[in-house]
C-alpha cells in the first residue's frame, strides 16, 4: 500500500485504493479483491463469511495483503479476459509492458475445492521489468497470531483455526510473518505464485508453470461454458454478462445461497457509521437475483437457491421474523450477531468496522413478495415446483395474510423504529397475488377466497392511505409525508399501471425531489429520521428501478438516457458498490448483487419496448 499519514497524524486516503479501484475473483466459495495496483486487499478463507486473511481495504496496516506490482515507476490497466472471471492487471512501465492474470479454479472435485488455490501468474509481455511480491496474512481479521517457516521449498502460514501454503516458481525469503520475492522478467517469460488453503486430506503441492497453463485454461474454459448459456443478445451485452457472471461470483456452490455482496464495512460515506456486513444471504436480494438469472435462462442457479430455503431453512412461525427471517448464513444458520472490530481502522478511518448483522432479527414485511415472486417465475420458466414446496408456499401466503397490516423496519432495514411502510404491504399484495396466479394456472389447491380477501383489503389500504394528496405521490409509510423511491417498485410488479394517473404524479415527484442526474436516492434522512448519523450516497438499485419506471410509463428515450448515463458510474470493469457519492465515487459494499441484478432486469425491460 502506497502513501503514509497525512500531516495531522490521520489515516489518509492515500494509503487505500478507493472501492472502485478493484476486481473480483473467486472459486463459488469465497472470492478475493484485486487492487488495479496488483494488491490482493480482501480475502476472506475458506468461505465468504470467513474471518479475513487479506483485509488491508479495511486497515492498511493491521489487515494484511498480498501485493505484487512491478518495481519500477508504472500506469496500470485492469479488465478481464473477454467472458470469464479471469482477471489481467497490466502494468506499463518505461522498461515495458507485463501483466498478472489473477484467479481461483472452479472444482467440482471435493478435495481441491477446499484448496480454494489463489493463482497469480507474472507474464512479460514486452520488453523487460523488475517486479516484487509480499505476501503478509493476517488472521482472523488481523487479531489472529500466526508463524512462518518452510518446508519441502512451500513457505507455509500458520495460525490457530487456517494454514495456507505459498508455492512459487522464484526464490522467497521470509521473516517472522511475511514472505517477499524479486525478480526480473525478460519478454516473454513468466512466474507463477499459487496460495492454498492447507490441512486434513488437502495437502501442499507445487505450481510448476505447465499446470498454471493448464489451471488457467481450465478455468477460463469453466466461465465461458457458464456464460454460453445466456439467452440475452440485446444492445448492452456486455455489461448484462458481466454483472450475470458477478451474480454467479456471488453464489456459494455448496448450499446454492446468493450473498449480498461479498464484503463487510466498506462505507456508505466515507467517515461515517453506515458500515455493514453484507456477506450473507438476504432472502430478499437473492429472490431478485434468481429473478435475473432467471430472465437470462440460468435455471440452475433458481433450483439451487429453492433448495437452499426448502432444505435449510427451519420454518419458525413464532420467530420475531414470522415463518422466514430476512437473512441467513450461506450454509443456512440463522444466528448473525453483529459485533465491531475495535482494532481496526475501518476504509479511510470509517469506523466501526463490523462482522454480522443485528438486521437479521428485524421484521420486514417485503421479503415474502421477493421470495414467491421469485417462486412464481420459477415455477413458469424453470421447473414446476413440488407439492411439498406448494404447501410451505401456502403456508407463507397465510401467514402474510394474518400479519401484512402491522409495523415493521422495512426494505431499507432503518434502526429508527418501526412504521407501515407503504413498500412492505405492495410486497405482501405481491406475495399473495402470485400464489393466486400460480394456484389458477396449475390447479393447485388453495384458500382462494381467503387470500383474496387480503389481497383487496392490501390494495385499497395502499390506494387510500399510501397516497398523498398534499403531495400527488405515493409515500413511505401510511398517512405520511416522506417520499421513498422503493416505490418505483409499484408498476414493475404490475400493482399500478405504469400510465395511471397517480403513478404518473408520483413519478414526477420522485424525479423532482430524488433524481439527481438521473441517479435516485432512497430516500431523504433528513425527513425520515432512520436512526444513524450522516449521509449517504444515491442508491444504484434504485437507479435502475427508476429506468424501468420511465420505459414502462412510455418515458423510453427519457429511460434510455438514465440507463447510459448509469452505465458511466460502474467502474472500469463493470462492477458497481452499493451507492454512488455526490462526486461519483463508488461507496458501499462492493459488488452489490442488488444493484447489478437491476442492471439486467432493467437492460431486458429497455431492449424490449426499443424493439
Known sequence: MAGQLDQ??????????PIAEHGLIGDLRTVALVGTDGTIDWYCCPTFDSPSVFGSILDADKGGAFELAASVPAKTKQFYFPDTNVL???????????????????????GEARRHRLMRRVICVRGSIPFHARVAPRFGYGAQPHRVREHDGVVLFESEDLSLAL?????????????????????????????????????????AYSEAEDEFAATVTFWRRWLSASRYRGRWREMVHRSALTLKLLTYAPTGAIVAAPTT????????????????LWVRDAAFAVYALLRLGFTGEAEAFMNFLTRRVTQCVDGPSGPLQIMYGIDGRTDLPERELDHLEGHQGSAPVRVGNAAAGQLQLDIYGALIDSIYLYDKWGQPISSDHWDEVCGLVDWVCDHWDQPDEGVWETRGGRKKFAYSRLMCWVAIERAMRMANRRGLPADIPRWRLARDAIYRKLMRRGWSKELKAFVQYEDGDVLDAAVLMMPLVKFISPTDPKWLATLDALTAELV???????????????????????????????????????????????????????????????????????QGNFPQAFTHLALISAAFNLDRALG
Open 516 to 586: 439527481s442526474d438521473s441517479l435516485v436516492y432512497r430516500y431523504d434522512p433528513q425527513a425520515s429520521p432512520d436512526g444513524l448519523r450522516g449521509e449517504e450516497g444515491t442508491f444504484s438499485i434504485c437507479s435502475f428501478w427508476y429506468v424501468e419506471a420511465l420505459v414502462r410509463a412510455g418515458r423510453v428515450e427519457e429511460g434510455r438516457l438514465a440507463f447510459e448515463k448509469m452505465l458511466t458510474y460502474a467502474n472500469h470493469v463493470g462492477l458497481y458498490a452499493e451507492e454512488i457519492s455526490r462526486s461519483g465515487e463508488q
Open 88 to 110: 489481467i492487471t497490466r502494468f506499463f512501465t518505461e522498461g515495458g509492458v507485463g501483466e498478472i492474470q489473477d484467479f481461483m479454479p472452479v472444482s467440482s472435485d471435493s
Open 8 to 17: 495531522a497524524g490521520h489515516c489518509g486516503p492515500a494509503r487505500y485504493l
Open 265 to 280: 464495512s466498506l462505507p456508505e460515506q466515507i467517515g461515517g457509521e453506515r458500515n455493514w456486513d453484507y456477506r450473507y
Open 167 to 207: 508455492t512459487a516458481t522464484v526464490p522467497v525469503e521470509c521473516d517472522d510473518l511475511d514472505a517477499r520475492a524479486a525478480f526480473t522478467l525478460e519478454e516473454g517469460e513468466s512466474e507463477v505464485f499459487a496460495l492454498d488453503q492447507v490441512g486434513g486430506d488437502v495437502m501442499p503441492r507445487g505450481c
